[in-house]
């Protein structure tokens, strides 16, 4: 029994559009992926732009959900993808631990490779993806655009744990001690050599970039503003090339963006104007 159905003002036929349930083989696993895009406006030639989400940390999964949003960029010709990757539990708890202490990177090569097979199988090409992830998602963003530069048009990163090392290595912060159980205690040699191998602001490298929409919350108690700000000054230093590269602290925001009732809205609004003026879509 259908309870609510979610209006859309402009109108929304389900019919013009598809979902699909993809599967992704990895070293050892096969690694889900939600797929939606509209008929009209699917190429199958490689030639359609990808946005793909990804979270993959604390055991969280990431659902399918009908977002206003993601109709927005289907319906100017994206596939909109989410990479139900390890470290999240989407396939249960083993989902969780397998990627996670000296495992971490497994969340990583997940993510690549679900990227790397939508482009073999010309759901979209190289260089024609819109990356996003928020807190430990990105951590993900920021960790894969290190490796793939090339692979990635765009980066879209919320409030981003990205200076993990120097976090993890500072107990005066609320939440570092508890966070011990999710990526280890990098006062422990073996802990410390895995973080610093894959922290991205440890392994930002001189070269080119995707083009990066970054924002932090000044008041944000889990992922200080400083640890964005610290990585887009690197980055800038350090980046090749003309992409640019938008910061923007929100100086009354916490860790999960706007309270406002309407507020939200506005912020995912500055994500679809960044993408659509990147990939030059009206």
């Known amino acids: 029994m259908i309870l609510k159905v979610q209006e859309i003002p402009s109108g929304f036929d389900s019919e013009e559009y598809v979902t699909q349930r993809l599967f992704v083989k990895t070293d050892s696993v096969e690694v889900p992926v939600s797929l939606f895009y509209k008929k009209s406006l699917f190429k199958g030639d490689g030639s359609n732009p990808l946005y793909l989400y990804g979270y993959g940390s604390y055991g969280y999964s990431s659902p399918p959900s009908f977002r206003n949003s993601a109709v927005s960029l289907v319906n100017r010709g994206f596939v909109y993808a989410i990479a ?3 470290g999240g539990d989407d396939l249960g708890h083993d989902w969780y631990e397998d990627a996670k202490f000296l ?3 497994r969340t990583f090569s997940d993510f690549i490779a679900v990227a790397d097979e939508l482009v073999k199988l ?3 090409s190289t260089g024609n993806i819109v990356i996003v992830g928020g807190s430990a998602g990105g951590l993900l963003v920021g960790n894969v655009m290190n490796q793939r530069p090339e692979l990635f048009k765009a980066v879209v990163a919320h409030v981003p744990f990205v200076d993990v090392l120097n976090t993890m290595l500072d107990e005066n912060l609320p939440l570092t001690p508890g966070e011990y159980k999710e990526w280890g205690n990098p006062k422990e040699k073996d802990y410390f050599e895995y973080m610093k191998s894959y922290s991205p602001y440890d392994n930002v490298s001189k070269q080119n970039y995707p083009n990066l929409f970054v924002t932090a919350g000044l008041s944000d108690p889990r992922v200080g503003y400083w640890e964005a700000a610290k990585w887009v000054a690197r980055l800038r230093d350090r980046k090749l090339g003309d992409n ?3 910061f923007k602290t929100n100086m009354s925001f916490g860790h999960s963006g706007a309270s ?7 912020e995912a609004a500055e994500d679809l104007v960044f993408i659509t003026k990147i990939f030059k879509v009206k």
Do not use: A, C, S, V
């Open 260 to 266: 406002g009732r309407f507020d939200y809205l506005k």
């Open 84 to 86: 139900h990757i390890r």
């Open 103 to 105: 495992n971490k990177k």
């Open 122 to 124: 010309n759901y979209t």
């Open 244 to 246: 640019i590269i938008i």
